[in-house]
């Protein structure tokens, strides 16, 4: 491994790590355009934040369907909550 110039950039393998993926997922990745990068020379350079923002709409995408998928535990929680259980209680004065 290089010494990092830029905390920045990502190369194949940092990508995959970061992803927690093979490097080869990475380049089927970058071949497809699920995730941008650039080839200087002979490696790519991706930018973290594109790393990171590929992972964040998975996450978001995959929780969101887990959310409506029925039978599921915790979609039928949200599911059963009523709007008036979720309301603020009034005050009392004795």
């Given at each position: 491994m290089?010494?990092?110039?830029?905390?920045?950039t990502?190369?194949?393998?940092?990508a995959?790590?970061?992803?927690?993926?093979h490097?080869?997922?990475?380049?089927?990745m970058i071949?497809?355009?699920?995730?941008p990068?650039?080839?200087?020379g002979?490696?790519?350079?991706l930018l973290?934040?594109?790393?990171?923002?590929?992972?964040?709409?998975?996450?978001?995408?995959?929780?969101?369907?887990?959310?409506?998928?029925?039978?599921?535990?915790?979609a039928n929680?949200?599911?059963?909550?009523?709007?008036?259980q979720?309301?603020?209680?009034?005050q009392?004065?004795y």
């Amino acid at each position: 491994m290089s010494t990092r110039v830029n905390d920045s950039t990502l190369d194949i393998t940092e990508a995959g790590k970061l992803m927690n993926v093979h490097p080869k997922t990475v380049l089927d990745m970058i071949d497809n355009g699920t995730l941008p990068a650039g080839k200087i020379g002979r490696a790519y350079v991706l930018l973290k934040r594109d790393v990171m923002n590929h992972i964040e709409q998975i996450i978001v995408q995959q929780t969101a369907l887990r959310m409506r998928t029925p039978g599921r535990k915790s979609a039928n929680l949200v599911r059963q909550v009523r709007p008036a259980q979720v309301g603020v209680s009034k005050q009392h004065s004795y």
